[in-house]
C-alpha cells in the first residue's frame, strides 16, 4: 500500500517536471540539481563555482532547506539571484519536488539566466527520487564521510552525472583509500565524471569547472 | 493530499512503535535509536561504545541500511548479535520503520539481552519522524559537517535525548566554531546532553558511557 502511494507521488511529480523542462528549454535555461549529505560542503562549493563562472555564465540559484535561510546568505554574496525555500512551510519535506522548483523559478528572471543551479536538501536519500526538470544532477561526497557511501546510497550516485569528493584538503589527516572510493563509484556508475576538489582552497576546481561550462553552452547554441 | 497520506502512514507507525515498546518492556531490553548524516561516524562510535559496556551490559545490534552489509560487517567484530536490515527489500526507505523494528527483533535473543542499539539509515531527516518504540535516541553529528546543522535540521536535534559531536581529532585542521554548533543545538532543544567525542581516539567516551550507561541500569531494576 505504502509502495502505491509513493508510485502517485513520484507519477504527479514526473509530470511537473516535464512542466519544467519545456519551460527551461523555452527560455534556454541550463539547471543543475546539487544533491549531497548534510555538511558535505554542497553551498562553500557553489559560492566559489558561481564566482568563476560569473561573468560568462549568467546564475541564479535555488536552494532548498527545511528551515533557515543560511545558506541563502551564503550563496547571495555572489551577487547572482537566490531564492530559498524551505520545505517546512509543507511538512519538513525532506527533498526538492519539481512543483516546489516551477513556484521558485517563478521568482527569477529567467530571461538573463544561463544556469539556474538547484542546491537540493541536504539528504543522500529521497532527493535522487524526485525528477525536477533538471539538465544534470550532481552529487557532492565529503572525503570526510568514507569511502562506502556510493555502496549503501546507489540510487544517488546512479542518477547523477557527475561526483564532486570535496575537502580534499583534509586528506592528510584522514585515513581515506581514495582508490576505494572512486572503485565503489565506478562499480554503481561505470563512467560517472569525477572530480576531487577543496571548496575551501579551490584545488581541483579547475576540470570541474570546464565540465560544466561545456554543458550549459552546449545548451545555449541549441 | 500528499500531508494526509504521510499522516495515516505515521499513524500506523506509532501502533507498531507502541506494539515494539510493550514487547521490550516485557524483556527488560533497553532501545537506543542512533541517527545521523551518511558518513558522520555511526559505525564506529558504535564499534568503540559496545567495546566499552561489555560485558556488564549485553548488547545487540539492528543496522539499518538500503543496500550493503557493511555496516553489519563492522559491528559484528564486537562478537554481539547483528541484525541488517536492507531497506532496498522494501522500496529504499530513508528510515527504519517501527514494523521493521518489529520483524528484525524477532531474530534477536532478547533474553540475553540488555541493550538494543538501532544503527539507523543514514539521514539527518526522515528518520527523525519514525518512532520504533526506542528509550531513547541520539544523534551523531560530525564536526566536519559544520555548526549550522541543528538549525537546519531541528526536528532530528528537538526528538533526540544527547547529541554526539563525533570526529573532533579533526579540529586542528577546520575552521570550527565550538561554540556556535553548542548554541545552536541548545537553542533548538534546550537541555540536551552533549558529548564531544572522537570514535578514532576514544576521547571524551567516559561521560558519554556513563550516560548511557546510567539509562540502561535504570530499565533494567525496574
Excluded at 88 to 98: N, R
Excluded at 148 to 177: G, H, Q, S, T
Aim: proline fraction near 4%.
Amino acid at each position: 500500500m505504502e509502495i502505491k502511494i509513493v508510485r502517485k507521488v513520484l507519477d504527479v511529480n514526473n509530470t511537473m517536471a516535464q512542466q519544467n523542462r519545456n519551460l527551461f528549454a523555452g527560455k534556454k535555461v541550463f539547471v543543475l540539481n546539487v544533491m549531497s549529505s548534510p555538511g558535505s560542503g554542497k553551498t562553500a562549493t557553489l559560492v566559489k563555482t558561481i564566482k568563476r563562472l560569473l561573468p560568462e555564465i549568467k546564475c541564479a540559484v535555488i536552494v532548498g532547506d527545511i528551515c533557515s535561510t543560511l545558506d541563502a546568505d551564503r550563496l547571495s554574496v555572489t551577487g547572482v539571484q537566490v531564492v530559498q525555500v524551505n520545505t517546512d512551510e509543507f511538512g519538513g519535506d525532506c527533498h526538492l519536488a519539481a512543483h516546489v522548483i516551477g513556484n521558485a523559478a517563478g521568482s527569477i528572471d529567467l530571461d538573463s539566466t544561463d544556469l539556474l543551479i538547484v542546491e537540493n536538501v541536504g539528504n543522500l536519500v529521497c532527493p535522487a527520487e524526485f525528477d525536477i526538470g533538471e539538465d544534470a544532477r550532481v552529487v557532492v561526497l565529503s572525503v570526510t564521510e568514507g569511502e562506502d557511501k556510493p555502496v549503501k546510497y546507489p540510487l544517488m550516485f546512479r542518477v547523477c552525472d557527475a561526483a564532486l569528493l570535496n575537502k580534499i584538503d583534509l586528506l592528510p589527516y584522514l585515513e581515506y583509500d581514495r582508490k576505494a572510493v572512486v572503485k565503489n563509484i565506478l562499480q554503481i556508475h561505470p563512467g560517472m565524471s569525477l572530480f576531487e576538489i577543496s571548496a575551501k582552497t579551490e584545488e581541483g576546481f579547475d576540470p570541474w569547472i570546464a565540465w560544466l561550462k561545456e554543458k550549459v553552452k552546449k545548451k545555449l547554441k541549441n
